[in-house]
């Protein structure tokens, strides 16, 4: 059941950049994937406005 669940999430947003950065929607609201960690979206922020700095500045907030 999990798989197949996987195999049909759409992102929400993706980005041309390495590592690929996705943005999708989860169990748990919209995150960001990038290189096989996974970066929570403010829940303030609209994921579909999402730009590349933001998402980069969700990514380097959560490293702390």
Not at 41 to 52: A, C, G, N, R, S
């Amino acid at each position: 059941k999990e798989h197949a669940a996987k195999a049909t999430k759409e992102p929400i947003k993706g980005f041309d950049a390495k590592p690929e950065i996705k943005v999708l929607n989860g169990r748990y609201g919209p995150y960001n994937a990038s290189g096989g960690k996974n970066y929570r979206v403010p829940k303030d922020t609209d994921p579909e406005t999402l730009t590349l700095e933001q998402v980069r500045d969700i990514m380097a907030k959560s490293k702390k």
